[in-house]
């Protein structure tokens, strides 16, 4: 067995529940999830890359699944999922009503949008890292969260999320864009 | 900790527990592992994830980086391009930050690119022009595969429609401007990426152009004797091979193994940091080699098993590794994917050689593949080794005829802005 199979095993095996978790709440939909997962999981292992713990190789593969859910949209735009069978798998959870409404109202907005949120509140990135990792311009994080906040404070009773004074990048007098 | 993050870690938690009965490895690992075996595959013929990103005057030819006085590196033996303008300085002072999106890595690291700049990616990149002057920055988006291109700056974004020449004008505060050349070659198989062929991402190259208002001369002027084809086994290559975030141009001809017109002095140099060991061999060696270590698929069914000549090669010793590639590690590509890993970088090669001087190159294609050519290992511990079947992988040098050649074998190791070299004439 090559060096890198045990880990990627490891990965699949003790870390997948989480993994799947988070590209769910970034793709809104448990099938895509799993089909994100596996072409992160393909793409972290394929290179020559050596990780040298499977935590290091997690870490990884969850930060290549937002790429791999935004560069697959590009190719997919007309694809209408439902997100039902979202709701349906997680019938057994506890809190199910606020369950429902958090994905519902993840499922209202963009993907881009949508992935902003998960990266920034989920995974508490800065927004220089959201940036980083999208390829964003900071302005555009700061504008994808601040649309998505307060389409998230009016149907789930959230505060509209403001930008930490930490988060403040010297933008341009530009400021915020809009289309 | 507000309520969003709070109400999303439940949703979070939730979807985990759920999953947590699922057993994704039994249900999906043979075929991710299945995958990533044959990409490995694939990458080894690629070479190293040289598509990541590609740097160089090379990637789109001279006439798209007409910077002012920039003389390009061809063979010492062709003929050499030099472009001048009359304003050379009109494009001074602007930096091109792109957002590699990651499609082949999962790296996400900025590539930088200066002046007479060209950066390659596969996929839509998030493109940033800095004034160097006023630090102000412009952004741009190219999306919907190239359809549209917006621009935003000053709190305003719209889009950017193309001028005569297809580049991409872009205006900031003061009457300065530049211009964007953004290609797109949709539907270039990604690199290695055999299995999904369906799955593609277009190309997108970004240069710096100059102004349409301001006039270009090219001429094509004689062949200079290179200054720096002094062999030894250490060498720095040229300024433009040091690591930095700056990508130039192409580095000198001639001044490591690599490049067309260098002057071997003598059969073999290396030292007991690197050194190359190898011979003459056949196809039919090389298929038995694949055959162990890849099975019967790819790379091993491209590979003959007539007796035909081949060559094989090895570096030594086996614990040098790198971000590998058949490029020279001194090259812009192989900085910025060694950087991406954080890795050193190794280069492992072939050269055609006539009179003691390159005439041939090892060449990766626009997708980085280089057919006819594998380095790989055996195994983790085992040493870097290096096979050439076809000797079609070799690009002669400008009008040079590959006939009769003899072939080296050519490594060279880069880490810290030092690069070390070794050759190794491999008689037939």
Same mark, same amino acid.
């Given at each position: 067995?090559?060096?890198?199979?045990?880990?990627?095993?490891?990965?699949?095996?003790?870390?997948?529940?989480?993994?799947?978790? @988070?590209?769910?709440?970034?793709?809104?939909?448990?099938?895509?999830?799993?089909?994100?997962?596996?072409?992160?999981?393909?793409?972290? @292992?394929?290179?020559?890359?050596? @990780?040298?713990?499977?935590?290091?190789?997690?870490?990884?593969?969850?930060?290549?699944?937002?790429?791999?859910?935004?560069?697959?949209?590009?190719?997919?735009?007309?694809?209408?999922?439902?997100?039902?069978?979202?709701?349906?798998?997680?019938?057994?959870?506890?809190?199910?009503?606020?369950?429902?409404?958090?994905?519902?109202?993840?499922?209202?907005?963009?993907?881009?949008?949508?992935?902003?949120?998960?990266?920034?509140?989920?995974?508490?990135?800065?927004?220089?890292?959201?940036?980083?990792?999208?390829?964003?311009?900071?302005?555009?994080?700061?504008?994808?969260?601040?649309?998505?906040?307060?389409?998230?404070?009016?149907?789930?009773?959230?505060?509209?999320?403001?930008?930490?004074?930490?988060?403040?990048?010297?933008?341009?007098?530009?400021?915020?864009?809009?289309? | 900790?507000?309520?969003?993050?709070?109400?999303?870690?439940?949703?979070?938690?939730?979807?985990?527990?759920?999953?947590?009965?699922?057993?994704?490895?039994?249900?999906?690992?043979?075929?991710?592992?299945?995958?990533?075996?044959?990409?490995?595959?694939?990458?080894?013929?690629?070479?190293?994830?040289?598509?990541?990103?590609?740097?160089?005057?090379?990637?789109?030819?001279?006439?798209?980086?007409?910077?002012?006085?920039?003389?390009?590196?061809?063979?010492?033996?062709?003929?050499?391009?030099?472009?001048?303008?009359?304003?050379?300085?009109?494009?001074?002072?602007?930096?091109?930050?792109?957002?590699?999106?990651?499609?082949?890595?999962?790296?996400?690291?900025?590539?930088?690119?200066?002046?007479?700049?060209?950066?390659?990616?596969?996929?839509?990149?998030?493109?940033?022009?800095?004034?160097?002057?006023?630090?102000?920055?412009?952004?741009?988006?190219?999306?919907?595969?190239?359809?549209?291109?917006?621009?935003?700056?000053?709190?305003?974004?719209?889009?950017?429609?193309?001028?005569?020449?297809?580049?991409?004008?872009?205006?900031?505060?003061?009457?300065?401007?530049?211009?964007?050349?953004?290609?797109?070659?949709?539907?270039?198989?990604?690199?290695?990426?055999?299995?999904?062929?369906?799955?593609?991402?277009?190309?997108?190259?970004?240069?710096?152009?100059?102004?349409?208002?301001?006039?270009?001369?090219?001429?094509?002027?004689?062949?200079?004797?290179?200054?720096?084809?002094?062999?030894?086994?250490?060498?720095?290559?040229?300024?433009?091979?040091?690591?930095?975030?700056?990508?130039?141009?192409?580095?000198?001809?001639?001044?490591?193994?690599?490049?067309?017109?260098?002057?071997?002095?003598?059969?073999?140099?290396?030292?007991?940091?690197?050194?190359?060991?190898?011979?003459?061999?056949?196809?039919?060696?090389?298929?038995?080699?694949?055959?162990?270590?890849?099975?019967?698929?790819?790379?091993?069914?491209?590979?003959?098993?007539?007796? !035909?000549?081949?060559?094989?090669?090895?570096?030594?010793?086996?614990?040098?590794?790198?971000?590998?590639?058949?490029?020279?590690?001194?090259?812009?590509?192989?900085?910025?994917?060694?950087?991406?890993?954080?890795?050193?970088?190794?280069?492992?090669?072939?050269?055609?050689?006539?009179?003691?001087?390159?005439?041939?190159?090892?060449?990766?294609?626009?997708?980085?593949?280089?057919?006819?050519?594998?380095?790989?290992? !055996?195994?983790?511990?085992?040493?870097?080794?290096?096979?050439?079947?076809?000797?079609?992988?070799?690009?002669?040098?400008?009008?040079?005829?590959?006939?009769?050649?003899?072939?080296?074998?050519?490594?060279?190791?880069?880490?810290?802005?030092?690069?070390?070299?070794?050759?190794?004439?491999?008689?037939?």
């Amino acid at each position: 067995m090559s060096h890198w199979e045990p880990i990627l095993d490891e990965v699949m095996r003790a870390r997948a529940p989480r993994l799947l978790a @988070f590209a769910a709440l970034v793709t809104g939909d448990d099938t895509e999830a799993h089909d994100v997962l596996q072409e992160a999981l393909v793409r972290s @292992f394929s290179k020559r890359r050596q @990780f040298a713990h499977v935590n290091a190789a997690e870490a990884y593969v969850r930060r290549a699944i937002p790429t791999v859910y935004l560069d697959g949209l590009r190719k997919r735009k007309s694809r209408e999922r439902t997100h039902d069978r979202s709701f349906e798998r997680d019938a057994a959870s506890p809190d199910i009503d606020a369950q429902v409404d958090v994905q519902r109202a993840l499922a209202t907005l963009s993907p881009r949008e949508r992935t902003c949120v998960v990266l920034r509140y989920y995974d508490d990135c800065t927004i220089s890292q959201v940036a980083q990792q999208l390829g964003l311009a900071e302005g555009t994080v700061k504008r994808y969260l601040s649309d998505a906040s307060a389409k998230l404070a009016v149907q789930l009773g959230t505060e509209s999320q403001e930008l930490q004074e930490a988060d403040a990048v010297p933008v341009l007098p530009t400021g915020k864009a809009g289309r | 900790m507000n309520d969003l993050q709070e109400l999303l870690r439940g949703a979070g938690e939730a979807k985990r527990q759920n999953f947590a009965s699922e057993d994704f490895a039994d249900d999906y690992g043979r075929a991710v592992i299945g995958r990533v075996k044959r990409r490995r595959v694939a990458s080894a013929t690629a070479m190293g994830g040289g598509t990541v990103v590609a740097v160089g005057a090379i990637a789109v030819g001279a006439s798209n980086v007409p910077w002012g006085g920039l003389g390009f590196g061809f063979a010492a033996s062709g003929p050499s391009v030099v472009c001048t303008t009359s304003t050379p300085d009109a494009v001074a002072g602007w930096t091109v930050l792109t957002y590699e999106p990651g499609i082949e890595s999962g790296s996400l690291l900025p590539t930088v690119v200066e002046g007479d700049g060209v950066v390659v990616t596969n996929g839509m990149p998030a493109i940033t022009v800095v004034d160097q002057a006023t630090g102000q920055t412009t952004s741009i988006d190219v999306l919907d595969e190239g359809l549209e291109v917006r621009v935003r700056a000053n709190g305003t974004e719209s889009e950017l429609s193309p001028e005569s020449d297809g580049t991409y004008a872009v205006r900031l505060s003061d009457e300065r401007s530049v211009a964007l050349r953004i290609t797109l070659a949709p539907g270039v198989p990604r690199s290695g990426d055999f299995q999904t062929t369906d799955y593609r991402m277009p190309t997108v190259e970004v240069a710096i152009v100059r102004s349409a208002l301001d006039p270009v001369t090219c001429v094509t002027e004689s062949p200079e004797p290179s200054a720096s084809t002094v062999p030894t086994a250490s060498v720095v290559p040229s300024p433009s091979a040091t690591p930095s975030p700056s990508a130039t141009a192409t580095a000198t001809a001639g001044s490591s193994p690599f490049q067309c017109g260098y002057v071997f002095s003598t059969d073999k140099s290396g030292s007991d940091e690197l050194q190359i060991f190898g011979s003459a061999t056949t196809d039919s060696d090389i298929h038995a080699v694949f055959d162990e270590w890849y099975g019967n698929q790819a790379p091993t069914t491209e590979v003959g098993d007539s007796g !035909a000549i081949a060559f094989r090669a090895a570096l030594v010793p086996a614990a040098i590794h790198g971000a590998t590639s058949t490029r020279d590690p001194a090259s812009e590509e192989s900085i910025a994917v060694a950087r991406n890993y954080d890795m050193p970088s190794l280069g492992f090669s072939f050269v055609a050689v006539r009179d003691g001087a390159v005439v041939g190159t090892v060449t990766p294609g626009a997708n980085g593949q280089t057919p006819g050519v594998v380095v790989d290992r !055996a195994s983790e511990n085992g040493a870097e080794e290096a096979f050439m079947w076809d000797l079609n992988a070799l690009t002669p040098c400008g009008a040079a005829s590959l006939e009769g050649a003899q072939i080296y074998a050519v490594a060279g190791f880069g880490q810290d802005g030092t690069y070390a070299y070794a050759w190794h004439y491999l008689p037939e």
